[in-house]
Every structure is written in structure tokens, then in C-alpha cells.
């Protein structure tokens, strides 16, 4: 039987070492490791500040708090995207407003943004303060659009960029179009710290606030270290700090490798019956490489048709305004997002990541066509 997992980080004995070196030093809590990794990240973004935290869903809590968003306020939000941008609205007390995607790039639809802002007026579900493009997949949202949308309502553009590290628009880093992007680097990401995540910034104030914010409120008051806030403890490690910057070594070609596999997916699946393909561009990071089945397939039996020949496929992702909370909370239905809902229901991911062959990659979409041609006997 194969075994081609979903994903897998991209780890060897420079992680090991780079552990090793943490350990020794004695020092394990935001020190040199992490000032060395967020100096990386705010270079490879030609930004002034990065602001290591605990995860990319701390970081949207960080970003909500230092906008100072909270009850009254709404915040748009792609509902096919892992709900993290959402939740932590609601956490913050303000109301998360689900916005439809497009086929195809599964990004944010500019012109459902502006209907989405309008209803929200029309209903009076809070003051529009915010939107949230996410890059999904590692593939830049039209920003030209979304802020020219943000524009036209006076919104805080803050980038969900947690799938999309090295992704550009018009050869611009994403994560430093709005005033403060946001990265993750949880396992599935191209460059994982195990968990982790970042906040970049051009604004010396909103980074100061960042930092305070994950520092348990702790800030310089008259020449003195002081509780400012009422603050949380979203300080990275410097073993997860040390692993990044050995990721980061290696970004350039985990990037290739992702890459030439996903060129290669497009080729195999080209006339794979029953699908359709995502867009290929060539500014794509390919966090994840999804299709979407057509409605008469029923995927649950297409990924544990795959799982037992050792293939790991799995949902894509899901749409928030789907899952129970956003269902009874806020009265969503299914069809209210049509294209959001059907990459939830039909959308697969399938293995992609730096220790899988050409051979495997063959095998996968080789296996997938014959599924879908109705072999299900496979
Ligand atoms: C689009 C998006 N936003 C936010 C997150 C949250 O990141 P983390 O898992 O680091 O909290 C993820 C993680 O999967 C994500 O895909």
C-alpha cells in the first residue's frame, strides 16, 4: 500500500540542531531566537515591524484589539477560509460578516464585499470597520479591488496571508498591503514553527501596540516598565523561533518543490473527469492544492476510497457560515453563499509537500481520475 500523507513539514537535523542550540543556551522565551526569525520575516517583507506570536489566530486577536475593534463593530470576512479571521471577531465583540468567494482563486468576491457592507448597513449589524482578505492556498486576493472597496467605506484592510508566505500581488508582498497582514505557521504551512504565526507592519505605533498586547500589557510608561493594558501572553518560544529560521533557509526551495508539484497536478488532472481545477498563476505559493468535485461525486467516499490505498486527501477547507455557531448565531443558511458552500461540501485537498516524488504526486492523480471515472471498486 502507499502512504503519501497530506502534508509534512519539511524537517531535518538543521531542526534538530537549531533545538539543540536552544536548549544549551537556556534561554527559551522570546529572546535573540525570536528578535533573529521576526527580523527575517520583516525583511522578506521589505516591512518596518514583525511581531512574532503563538499562532495566526493570536495574531487576528492581536490585530482586532490594537484597531481597537470590538462590540458594535462588523468585520467582512471570505466565508471559505478556516475561521479564524471570524472568530476572533466574535471574540472580540464585534459581529464577523461573511463575504462569498469566487470559483477558481477561492478568494474573497469584491463584488460580494460591497453587497455584503450594504446588507450590513441596511440590517444595522454593526459600523463596517474592517475587512479581512485572505490569500487562500498561498494565492494573492485582488487587492486592488478589496481596497478599493475599503476605500469607498472607510475600512481597516488587515491581511489573512496565514497560507500565503512569499505570495505577491503585482510583485508585492502580500501581508503589507493593509495596515497590519498577518502569517501562521502551523504545520500545514509551507514554513511551520509547530504552531506559530506573525503580524507585519509598516506603523511604528500600531507595532508598539502589538507588542504590548502579546507581552501581557506590559509597556514603557515614563521610563518604566508598566502594565498598560490588560493584556494577553502570545509570546513565541525561542525553539520555535529557531526552527522558523531554519524554514526560512529552506523557503526557497520547499517554494520550487511546491511549485513544480502543483504544475505537475494541473498536467495529471487536465482530463481528470469531474472536476474543476483551481487557478494557476504564476505568483501561486500552493499551500494547498484543492479541486473541486463535481456535485454527483460524493467526496467523503472519494477520500476514503483514497485513504485505503495510503492516499491522504481531505476537505479543503470550510465555510464559516456553515458551522453551527455562525448557523445559530446569526441565522446563516447554506445557500446564502453559494460558491463558499460548495468548496465546503465538494472542495479536496490533495498531498502536496517537500518529500513527495514525482512518482507519488503520478499515483495520486492517477488514482483520483480512475475514482472519478466510476471505479470506485479500486
Ligand atoms: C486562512 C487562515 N487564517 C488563519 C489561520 C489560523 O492560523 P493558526 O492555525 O496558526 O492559528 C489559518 C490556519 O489554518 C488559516 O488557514
Redesign the pocket.
Known amino acids: 500500500m502507499k502512504n503519501i500523507p497530506l502534508a509534512k513539514p519539511a524537517f531535518d537535523q538543521r531542526e534538530v540542531e537549531a533545538v539543540r542550540r536552544v536548549l544549551e543556551s537556556g534561554w527559551v522565551v522570546q529572546g535573540p531566537e525570536v528578535e533573529a526569525f521576526e527580523a527575517a520575516i520583516a525583511r522578506m517583507h521589505k516591512a518596518r515591524h514583525c511581531i512574532a506570536v503563538t ?3 493570536a495574531a ?1 486577536h492581536v490585530c482586532y484589539l490594537t484597531l481597537g475593534i470590538g462590540p458594535g463593530d462588523a468585520v467582512f470576512v471570505p466565508s471559505f ?2 475561521p ?2 471570524a472568530n476572533m471577531a466574535v471574540v472580540v465583540g464585534a459581529r464577523p460578516v461573511f463575504v462569498d468567494v469566487l470559483p477558481g482563486t477561492y478568494n474573497i468576491d469584491p463584488a460580494d464585499l460591497r453587497v455584503q457592507i450594504e446588507r450590513c448597513l441596511e440590517h444595522r449589524w454593526g459600523k463596517p470597520r474592517a475587512v479581512v482578505p ?1 490569500h ?1 492556498f498561498g494565492l494573492a486576493a485582488d487587492m486592488v479591488e478589496v481596497i478599493r472597496v475599503a476605500d469607498e467605506y472607510d475600512l481597516e484592510v488587515i491581511e ?1 496571508a ?2 500565503a508566505l512569499g505570495a505577491t500581488y503585482e510583485g508585492k508582498p502580500v501581508g503589507t498591503f493593509g495596515k497590519l497582514g498577518i502569517f ?3 504545520p ?1 504551512k509551507a514554513v511551520t514553527t509547530g ?1 506559530g ?1 506573525a503580524i507585519v507592519t509598516n506603523d511604528d505605533k500600531l507595532a508598539e501596540q502589538c507588542r504590548t498586547w502579546r507581552n501581557h500589557g506590559q509597556a514603557i510608561i515614563d521610563g518604566k516598565r508598566d502594565f498598560a493594558i490588560a493584556g494577553m501572553n502570545y509570546r513565541m518560544t525561542e525553539f520555535q523561533a529557531a526552527i522558523g529560521t531554519v524554514q526560512l533557509e529552506k523557503f526557497p526551495n520547499i517554494l520550487k518543490k511546491r511549485r513544480e508539484l502543483a504544475s505537475l497536478y494541473l498536467e495529471k488532472l487536465a482530463d481528470c473527469p469531474g472536476i474543476s481545477l483551481p487557478a494557476a498563476r504564476p505568483e501561486h505559493t500552493w499551500q494547498t492544492f484543492m479541486v473541486v468535485l463535481d456535485e454527483d461525486h460524493d467526496r467523503g467516499q472519494v477520500i476514503d476510497k483514497m485513504a485505503a490505498d495510503g492516499v491522504g486527501a481531505a476537505p479543503g477547507s470550510i465555510a464559516g457560515h456553515c458551522m453551527a455557531v455562525y448557523r445559530e448565531r446569526f441565522g446563516y443558511k447554506s445557500k446564502d453563499l453559494p460558491q463558499s458552500a460548495k468548496l465546503h461540501h465538494q472542495g479536496l485537498a490533495l498531498p502536496l509537500h517537500s518529500f513527495m516524488s514525482v512518482s507519488d504526486l503520478e499515483e495520486c492523480a492517477s488514482l483520483l481520475s480512475r475514482l472519478l471515472a466510476g471505479d470506485m471498486n479500486e
Open positions: 499562532s495566526g489566530t487576528l477560509a478556516w479564524s479571521a485572505v487562500e489573512d496565514a497560507c501562521s505557521f502551523h500545514r504552531e504565526g
